[in-house]
């Protein structure tokens, strides 16, 4: 069955390194997503993509995040500065269109610590 | 600000009784809405969706939707130990709105 893929599993920073979190969406699906879940809270949306450009993104996502899918397969989400709030879970989901009855489907998560 | 409220819980039901989890949510437009389950460290796992006003069955699992009153529930009949997980109400906002909005989860423990 095909499957969303992170990685790395668990990603260690020092405070204002850069990170870059990889993931994988399942081939023939059109649309990603960034979603992270702070420990104990809830999973927040941070940024779609559609057509190689940003379809929308939330309020959490400032100038200090970037996505960008390099190559046919590879989605990327880049913090260039990190801070000790971005320690949190992240999600990477794909969905093949936007019909309502399509499940976006999540890969396992990268575990983000900022130190 | 669109939100999705659910009851964090602890939810604590016997086994083989019957679980019901709630959400409401304030976008009057959302078309579509989604049940995950998540256990600890993982990510989320879609159970069932809905997008028609009343009732959908899936093996143990019954999702009801009201629209009007900006209600959706899951029901788990003959509740498992491997049901004890945190159940997760997210919506799918207005038309143009891809993103799925999450509720704040319900931990549901089940008890042999």
């Known amino acids: 069955e095909p499957e969303v893929t992170q990685t790395p599993s668990h990603q260690v920073t020092q405070m204002g390194q850069e990170v870059i979190l990889r993931c994988v969406p399942i081939?023939?699906?059109?649309?990603f997503y960034w979603y992270r879940q702070i420990l104990g809270q809830k999973v927040e949306f941070l940024v779609s993509?559609?057509?190689?450009?940003?379809?929308?993104k939330s309020e959490i996502f400032d100038d200090q995040f970037s996505v960008e899918r390099p190559d046919g397969s590879n989605f990327t989400l880049k913090i260039r500065s990190t801070k000790l709030e971005d320690s949190a879970m992240y999600f990477c989901?794909?969905?093949?269109?936007?019909?309502?009855?399509?499940?976006?489907?999540f890969g396992p998560g990268t575990r983000l610590t900022v130190l | 600000q669109k939100e999705v409220e659910q009851n964090s819980g602890p939810l604590s039901v016997p086994e083989g009784a019957i679980a019901s989890l709630n959400c409401t949510y304030s976008?009057?437009?959302?078309?579509?809405f989604f049940w995950y389950r998540q256990y600890s460290g993982k990510s989320p796992e879609l159970i069932m969706f809905?997008?028609?006003?009343g009732d959908k069955e899936d093996g143990r699992f019954t999702a009801q939707l009201n629209k009007a009153s900006q209600y959706v529930s899951l029901l788990i009949r003959d509740s498992q130990p491997s049901d004890s997980a945190t159940y997760l109400c997210?919506?799918?906002?207005?038309?143009?709105?891809?993103?799925?909005?999450f509720g704040q989860g319900t931990r549901l423990t089940i008890n042999p």
């Open positions: 989901a794909s969905i093949l269109s936007w019909a309502e009855y399509n499940e976006q489907f």
């Open positions: 081939s023939n699906h059109l649309y």
């Open positions: 993509f559609y057509n190689n450009e940003i379809s929308e």
């Open positions: 976008d009057r437009g959302s078309q579509s």
């Open positions: 809905i997008y028609s006003n």
């Open positions: 997210a919506v799918r906002g207005s038309q143009g709105a891809q993103k799925l909005v």
